[in-house]
């Protein structure tokens, strides 16, 4: 069964850090990799997504690496701003025959960046 | 694109009413997903549908859960005899296709459900 965790699942930094998201799940197999933010009360906006090919994906100040062989994911964002401050949730998609499109999420890490 | 849009975006009911949910995907996405969030958590899968056949469906979704995708358009989730652990965020996601980017899911903004 395919399991994922975040970890923190709370992040406080000050403006202009670069900081480090961490997520790893359970099963190699997996067909892609989502990440996600989330707004307090509202549904979730794609970031970036990885296919299981490839190793990273950059987008703006955000970069997600995918470590498949270890189970691992991270997002990196770059001189972070209050604007920042949201849940960011990383979500598998499995592969093989369990390839159905449905995704398995973390629990989250709430971030917030402090002006 | 004008995104996934959910009606209503927030209900409040009593336990034992029943509630109806409506999704609009994302115009031309075939595949279309509903998930269950509660607080603190990362949203569950609880069923998909490719055009109109509902492909897949979790075992989160008891007897009381039914979805539809009529014509493969816009997709009902109904909860009949609600309980109060029924509380949650329900989210619709669409998605185009499998081939990459298009892969991406889109999500709307949720109906926050309350069960009295």
């Known amino acids: 069964k395919q399991e994922v965790t975040q970890i923190p699942a709370a992040l406080s930094v000050p403006e202009g850090e670069n900081l480090v998201l961490n997520c790893s799940f359970t099963d190699s197999a997996i067909y892609n990799l989502q990440w996600f933010r989330q707004d307090p009360g509202k549904g979730l906006t794609s970031l970036l997504l990885?296919?299981?090919?490839?190793r990273e994906q950059t987008s703006g100040r955000l970069n997600a690496s995918l470590d498949k062989s270890s189970g691992r994911s991270t997002l990196y964002i770059a001189a972070s701003q209050p604007g920042d401050s949201a849940t960011y949730l990383c979500?598998?998609?499995?592969?093989?025959?369990?390839?159905?499109?449905?995704?398995?999420f973390g629990q989250g890490t709430t971030l917030q960046v402090k002006p | 694109d004008t995104g996934v849009s959910q009606d209503p975006r927030h209900k409040i009911t009593k336990r034992g009413q029943n509630v109806t949910f409506r999704c609009d995907p994302i115009?031309?996405?075939?595949?279309l997903y509903w998930y269950r969030q509660t607080l603190g958590q990362g949203p569950e899968f609880l069923t998909y549908f490719q055009n109109e056949a509902q492909l897949e469906k979790s075992r989160l979704l008891s007897d009381r859960f039914s979805a539809e995708r009529p014509k493969g358009s816009f997709s009902t989730l109904e909860i009949q005899r609600t309980e109060q652990g029924d509380s949650a965020m329900y989210l619709c996601?669409?998605?185009?296709?499998?081939?990459?980017?298009?892969?991406?899911?889109?999500f709307g903004p949720g109906t926050r459900l309350l069960v009295l």
């Open positions: 990885i296919q299981s090919s490839q």
């Open positions: 996601a669409s998605s185009r296709g499998d081939r990459g980017l298009q892969e991406t899911q889109y």
């Open positions: 115009s031309e996405h075939n595949r």
């Open positions: 979500a598998v998609r499995r592969g093989g025959s369990s390839n159905t499109g449905k995704l398995i």
